[in-house]
């Protein structure tokens, strides 16, 4: 596999993970998530889910399996975002190694192909969905209404890079650049 098929998310969304609703994740006939947290989900400053994301999860929830998987490694951070959300975690998951979401997939009783990996993160949650032959979402980092806007510097050099390397990532209202991949790898 070449970097840039690494690199290449399925679907790009232009916004949020809120942006992913059910009739998307139905389209793509997803039956699991696999979510990162930092970021994906919450700020990196925060330690409880918003309003907005907890009435998000219980959209979501109606119709798929949804597993949390961070690289953080503060368990008293994670399992307080997790609780609030009433959903099982991993921590310290080392993306873009694969064993933490191989975990996640286990305990979801789900076949890798029928589960979306979700992050704003391309060298992380993308490549690591993608060497597991899931379908990458990737998705804008979520902004904490009360806070200034804020670079995400890190993140856009791993835009930046992917491209250089020829992945298309430029985000647009709602992208596809695979639909069907080949499982497990």
Known sequence: MTWAKFLQPDLILEGSVLKLTPQIVEEYKLKGLVLDVDETLVPITTSQASD?????IEQMRTSVSLWLVSNNLNESRISSIAKSLDLPYY??????????????????NLP????????DRLFTDVVAGNRLGMFT???EPIIHPGARLRPYPIRNFEVW?????????????QRVTKIHKSSGK
């Open 52 to 56: 907005e994301l907890q009435t998000w």
């Open 137 to 139: 979402i990737f998705v």
């Open 161 to 173: 890079i992917s491209e250089i390397l020829g992945a298309s990532i430029t985000p647009q209202q």
């Open 112 to 119: 890798v192909e029928e589960v979306g990996m979700v992050g």
């Open 91 to 108: 921590l310290g998951a080392a993306k873009p190694s694969r064993r933490k979401i191989r975990e996640a997939l286990t305990q979801m």
